[in-house]
């Protein structure tokens, strides 16, 4: 039974990100690391956008970026003003081609194509069994999604950011390409959270997704027929179907670093790296990621690792709010987003404001709904 140092169960985002950096450290090249993954990783099965202020590690892979966005209800259109960050769009297979490709260069990692079905701690060392063989490591980063594990508990609300995505080319000109739309709520809520987001690459070509912040996947035909409605609105009577994504993202303040051992971490959805707001998984794993690749250079127990702080609370009251008000979803953003500052906004998200800054934020949402939340959350504790 063949030993690492690290063993990575599942490359996912939050996988790649972490090896990528303990990689590109030097920090770690003489420490033996696997990867174990039932996917090559040789599609391009997904796309992640993420908004940043300045440059980052993933700039040589992002394939379109925009300076604004558009914010609409049934009501009011407003263009955000990112005062300085810029909204970027990475394809999946762009990202995994970039990784490997320099994970390559380390002859310390190794990648091995199984699924894992199971792991345990021994408090010495970990146990890993995968379909064919079975390995042994010091510390493992677990980034498979149990969905058991918050679903066994009503603590903590648990929703889904779910979505179809149409990626179509149209026969005449319908989409304005320095202009996506972030969150279009004009569409029929039937209540719920529901939101077209376009990601426009030129005047006849676009991605158009149908998203839900809801408990429930609704079935494939109710996607697919919103987003035909949508394209109509547009003008887009004849189009081109060139590829189609599916997701479903879990919304959860559920705390998944409990289940940590000193040998065990969960990472990336399966250690609670999505933003619970909003469903975002990119920005937060690139600085959890950067964050776990500094704290394995100094310290070995994963209990440590994650503490609550006041962004987490904020998640969990908007949480609390879509779960017994999902139709309220609307409202909540268009509150946040009506005067077109979107930076503010941005960095409240980043979990980087100070607490007046916060109070911004806050204090422009619907005031009732979130007092009452956090009278409920209080008398719960």
Known sequence: MKHYHYIFAGAGLASLMTVYRMA???AFKDESILLIDPDTKQANDRTWCFWQQGSSAWQSIVYRKWDTAVFANES???NLDFEGYRYNMIKGIDFYTFIFSELKKHPNIKFVNQKVVDFKDSGFNVLVKAEAESYTCNKLLNSIYNPALAASQTKYPVLQQHFIGWHVKTTIPVFNPVLPSFMDFSVAQRGNTRFMYVLPFSETEAIV??????????????????????????????????DKERGSIPMTSYPFWKNNSKNVLHIGSAGGWTKASTGYTFRNADKKSAQLASFLQKQDDFTRLYKKNKFWFYDLLLLDILAKKNHKGSSIFSAMFKDGRAAHIFKFLDEETTFAQDLEVIWQCPKGLFISALMQRILNM
């Open 76 to 78: 009011f259109t407003t």
């Open 24 to 26: 590109t450290s030097g």
């Open 209 to 242: 997704e149908y998203t839900l912040f809801s408990k429930d996947l609704l079935p494939e035909a109710e996607y697919e027929d919103a987003i035909k409605e949508y394209l109509v609105t547009k003008g887009a009577t004849e189009y081109e179907i060139v």
